[in-house]
């Protein structure tokens, strides 16, 4: 701990104001759907070094909508500050490849650490379960919440809460991460309509019926992203991809007595009410949802914090998850398809075109 506390006690030079001279890649640690993301050192004038994230668009995939996409994800990473949102640094070019600097997250996503539950022992308590996802709402309401220099309304929507976006660090730290499929009044990147960005897996009921949707959509992902910390497993999956949405518009979640997740019932009630189907009918916002969080945190009275957060990950990384400066140990892929080049989002199949061939789909 006392590593980390030396580390959090010494501010970065961005933080000063200081603007790098240059960037040198060192280990890949990432990669998504469209970008891959390098453990690289920021080099000042003086000759110093800082550990800095650089994310850039896998090779390959520069096609013009995505360059656009990376745009209007670099674009408003300048509005995004705040300790539950990995921060951009620095937009530049490192080795001709139009980059994105953040700050480093050194730990692992939600992901890395859910996929380590053992049946019975999850690698995150309830109670700290709970905190990371109060963490969550609370980066996810600000940014909802953000206006422009005028005070309009940004309309900013993620539209890829998972636990692959959600970063744990060894220092404790909780952030959300990948604006890169988000609505925002700042972005210029053409879209089509019916055209959807994210995981099948994580995307709210009203998206696959192809209704209107907003901010709703973070919070009903909020709540799989609860589910499945809790619970160790997939809520919405199935290796068809139509299946997957079958699922997400029937909405059928396991009560947590039901998969043998011992809570008390008001964590129960807020998975509902995360989980509402209907998004008039859902936890209105991000942050009702933290306080209603909060709620079930007081209720489970177990010690939650930073510390705690610091504590797990550690662990984790000992038992060679995640990665530690210097050494990625394992690349992350996830599970994003490989977004189409030349249009930004994935059409949602005909759904009742799957209904009549879906006995050929199971089994
Ligand atoms: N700032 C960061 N620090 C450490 N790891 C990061 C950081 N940003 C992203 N990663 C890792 O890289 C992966 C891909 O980054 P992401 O921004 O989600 O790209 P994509 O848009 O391709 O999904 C993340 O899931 C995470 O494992
Ligand atoms: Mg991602």
Known sequence: MSGAAERRATRSRFDRGARAVGYRPLDLIGRGGMAEVWLSDAIFEDGEVERVALKRIRPGLESDVFLSMFEDEVRLGRYLVHPNLVRMLDATHVDGARSMVMELVEGD??????????????????????????????????????????????????????????????????????????????????????????????????????????????????????????????????????????????????????????????????????????????IPDASTAAREIQRAIDAVSEPVGPQQVAEVVELHLLGMGGFVDGSARRIRDSESRELDPHGRRTSIPDLDEAERSRPSLTG
């Open 109 to 282: 996503s939600l992901k890395g650490l859910v996929d380590r539950t053992r049946a019975g022992s999850p690698v995150l308590s309830l109670g700290l379960s709970l905190y990371v996802m109060r963490e969550l709402a609370k980066g996810l309401s600000y940014a909802h919440g953000l206006v422009d220099e005028t005070g309009e309304t940004l309309g900013i929507v993620h539209r890829d809460v998972s636990p692959h976006n959600v970063l744990l660090g060894r220092e404790g730290q909780v952030k959300l991460a990948d604006f890169g499929l988000s609505d925002s009044r700042t972005n210029r990147t053409v879209r089509e309509p019916h055209m959807v960005g994210g995981k099948f897996g994580y995307l709210a009921p009203e998206v696959v019926k192809q209704k209107p949707s907003d901010h709703r959509v973070d919070v009903f992902a909020m709540g799989i992203v609860l589910w499945e910390t809790l619970v160790g497993r997939r809520l919405f999956h199935h290796e068809d991809d139509r299946e997957t949405l079958f699922k997400v518009m029937r909405c059928e979640v396991p009560r947590l007595a039901e998969v043998g997740v011992e809570a008390p019932e008001v964590v129960q009630r807020l998975l509902d009410g995360l989980l509402e189907p209907d998004p008039d009918a859902r």
